[in-house]
């Protein structure tokens, strides 16, 4: 049985589906399978914003019932019918979840009928209720709060003793008293001072979350684009509007910063434009009052006019745009899938979901568990904070490594150690806006190079390598951060984001070396699909394995997968399925199965089996009737690198899946390669990846000097 949470709000503009939307994330982060529904649509438009955002993280979100359907049956006040059409949708969003999030109407916005439409839902489903109220500076003190929030709570309280299962206050300012709000809410509030009502989370007001694109900004102004930039990517965190001359207003000029000026104001124009030619990344220049500059001042700044700076254009003169940009409406485009992951993490890490867990159903724990993206991410951060591993990072002046490493660093996910002129760093950090943490490690590769020379040539001498070949080649960031790995003196390697998989793979495979008991080093990806996170293996390293060195990848891969938490039942897969065909390839993978089976009777594998009848329960039971594998597979191993290569941008790209990796498998120590087109957020997980395998792999002693 699904256990039902009805996410309903006490009072207007509580930030309701931010709240619930971020409540499925915690669940979905205890490894609960979570499902999501909103039962009516908060609009009239086509597109209902909770349920396109759910659907990013969350597979089989029903489309809700629209608020015109909904409104024509209570006014002909057939409720009934109303409720069975939300109940029927409530069984389709919760088939084989643990728990669903039903998200409520606002009471924003002209619904008269929503705060008992609300509590009739929620009583209906059976569900269990968490309201969430608003702190907001301005708005009614604790004391009323607390009365809206008795009336709410009795709204959904039922007769057997059930219906409240919590309450989140959001929008605290970071000023307020929370003590002695909370304990006015107490006093005015007998269901929360009770323990009817437990406390599941206080979040705080974060200016940041609010932070839109320039191109949003371009959007609801209204506004031309004289010069289009980086309009998508970039973020208005802060309004330099130009009342006084550009010496008055150039220190406000700030990685986020939009300008607003009238085009005539040449100081600020230039002003804006050195800035950006420094390497600030502003927002954006908006000129006002439908003006431009003169040609002369066009001119002479054309190279920050028309580069990735936004440049944008309003007919409402300077104080009239100015009120307009503060009454921009908060509300998440649909379209921004950044904005709004960073909103639901910011939600899920300031929630406490263990009150929650009673209310689960019992059947929950018998049911096959999956690792979900969100707690395989939870997962991986918390264990790379148990580990306190020191991590270098040889591409150590290159931003988005020095965001993720000041990420790492503030998280507490890593100690990272950047490798590059400490002055180069700085300087890189300060045009992107990063503020590095006074401890943060930074090494300068020219101080140090020279006392790797003879170490690395006592490692490489039955190659004939010599000191002037070694100091040649200690010159690449790559092999002097493989020396450090290699004598112990840090506990991982992550590159890649400039550099090639070979350059980063080659010095490892030379001064690491594979494990003990190792053949060869592999890779996999954990790709983070809407339900549950698969694993991929190989898709980066050996290009045509044979039978034994396929086993090789098989058995690493599972074990991979079991140390980050998921369940290893391995699929060889194939173009075939068991006997159905035949030839060189087929024979290959199933010998390759029979020596996994061989070496490790412990593993669930299966194989050669067809990718769908691998990874889809029907299609398994039919193609391989009996297999413990089939349409249950959690690890995939590809029967060489084109199939493996091919198959998971292919998933990537045209699903919308995340992909982590690749994790490199089998080295003595742990290396791991970026793509060139990571992002911080794959940068700051692949990190943590690699701290987590030092844990593994520390009982094996440095490679000592005068090793082969």
Known sequence: MTTTLFVGPVGQDVGLTSVALGLARALSRTGASTAFLKPVAQDHNALDRSTSFARTFLASVPDPLPRAHAEMLLGREDSDDLLEEVVALAEQARAGADVLVVEGLNLSGGYAYAGSLNALISRTLGAEAVLVASLRAG????????????ITAREYDRSDGGGLAGLILNHVPAQTDFGAALAELRRRAPSLAAGKLPLLGVIGEQPALYAPRTGDVARMLGAAVLNEGELGTRRVTSTVVSARSAPYVVDLMRPGALVVAPGDREDIVMAASLAHLSGIPLAGLLLTAGSAPDEPIARLCRAALSGSMPVLQVEGNTYTTAGRLSQLERKIPLDDLERLERTLEFVADRLDVQPLRGLLSGSAGVRERRMTPPAFRHALIEQARAAGKRIVLPEGDEPR?????????????????????????????????????????????????????????????????????????????????????????????????VHTTANTVRPALQLIKTAPGTSLVSSVFFMLMPEQVLVYGDAAINPNPNAQELADIAIQSADSAAAFGIEPRVAMLSYSTGTSGSGEDVQKVAEATRLVRERRPDLNVDGPLQYDAASVLSVGAQKAPGSSVAGRATVFIFPDLNTGNTTYKAVQRSAGVVAVGPMLQGLRKPVNDLSRGALVDDIVYTIALTAIQAVQVSSTPPVASGSA
Not at 142 to 150: I, V
Not at 420 to 429: N, W
Not at 446 to 471: F, H, I, N, Q
């Open 401 to 497: 490594t020095i965001r993720a490493a000041a990420i790492c660093h503030e998280k507490g996910i890593a100690r990272c150690l950047l490798l590059a002129p400490p002055e180069r760093v700085r300087a890189v950090a300060e045009a992107q806006g990063v503020v590095l943490p006074p401890d943060l490690e930074i090494l300068d590769p020219d101080a140090v190079r020279g006392r790797y020379v003879a170490p690395m040539v006592e490692l490489r001498k039955s190659k004939g390598l010599t000191a002037p070949m070694a100091e040649a080649q200690l010159e690449d960031a790559v092999v002097l951060g493989t020396m450090m790995l290699a004598l112990g003196e840090v506990d991982g390697l992550v590159s890649g984001a």
């Open 139 to 150: 708005e009614a003190g604790a004391g009323s709060l607390g009365d809206s929030l008795e």
